[in-house]
């Protein structure tokens, strides 16, 4: 089933940790396929006569299963469709392609023709990671090519600093929101987290050092002693300023 175009792709992230997922093919194709999910958490069943030495390199992992055999409908009743989470076909034979979209689509799953994306009801964007920051480039199946050039560009902007960043937002995001019960406080809080100008001190080898001071003044203010006083007074960020001149 051929869709109608991607002029409005719905952007998703999913969660395939220890769900399964198929991959048709054992090229460089398959390679870069199987590297990515395997990134992700996922189990993975290839199927194809020959693999390239990195899959092969990657066999005996437990979450990788090869299957030395051409496609055919077996396929589905021998390793049961329904336990796959996405198919991706990337064989170098455009028939053998279209009828692995036709088949998934008759069991519901979710197929990428890694050369047809208009055969396709997912696409795998470009992607750009920093540890939690994930940021993905899609020219919806015109130009995988371009999608890599515009994602080698953002490569350059985003350097291993968000990383860092990231990490301590999401620390200091999980210890407010179990110590602040009050809602709006906390999304007080946390919007101002963001004003903060932490990326020089990153950048300058600095960070370390102003976190520990960070750390020492949070579990020192008031109202980190008792909720009591959240509810009386609006928790704030009042000693930001204090312990370091970028923020």
């Known amino acids: 089933m051929e869709l109608n175009g991607w002029q409005h792709p719905l952007p998703v992230m999913m969660n395939l940790a220890r769900r399964r997922c198929l991959i048709v093919?054992?090229?460089p194709i398959a390679e870069r396929k199987l590297r990515s999910l395997l990134a992700a958490g996922a189990e993975v069943t290839l199927v194809s006569p020959a693999f390239t030495a990195g899959i092969l390199e990657m066999e005996h992992q437990p979450n990788v299963n090869v299957k030395r055999q051409s496609y055919d409908e077996s396929i589905w009743t021998a390793h049961g469709a329904v336990r796959f989470a996405l198919v991706i076909a990337a064989t170098n034979d455009s028939q053998v392609n279209r009828q692995i979209a036709q088949d998934a689509n008759a069991h519901n799953l979710l197929v990428n023709i890694v050369d047809k994306p208009e055969l396709?009801?997912?696409?795998?964007?470009?992607?750009v990671r920093r540890g939690k920051l994930v940021i993905t480039v899609s020219t919806g199946g015109a130009s995988p090519s371009a999608a890599r050039k515009?994602?080698?560009e953002i490569d350059k902007?985003?350097?291993d600093e968000y990383e860092i960043y990231l990490d301590f937002l999401s620390e200091t995001r999980l210890f407010i929101q179990e110590r602040v019960?009050?809602?709006k406080a906390r999304q007080g809080l946390f919007k101002d987290m963001l004003a903060w100008d932490l990326m020089p001190l990153i950048r300058e080898g600095k960070f370390e050092d102003w976190k520990e001071k960070f750390n020492l003044a949070l579990h020192g203010e008031a109202w980190m002693q008792s909720q009591e006083?959240?509810?009386m007074e609006l928790p704030s960020w009042s000693f930001i300023n204090e312990i370091g001149q970028h923020v």
């Open 150 to 152: 515009i994602a080698k």
């Open 25 to 27: 093919g054992g090229g």
């Open 181 to 183: 019960k009050d809602k």
């Open 157 to 159: 902007t985003y350097g």
């Open 229 to 231: 006083q959240v509810e």
């Open 120 to 127: 396709s009801s997912f696409i795998l964007p470009s992607v």
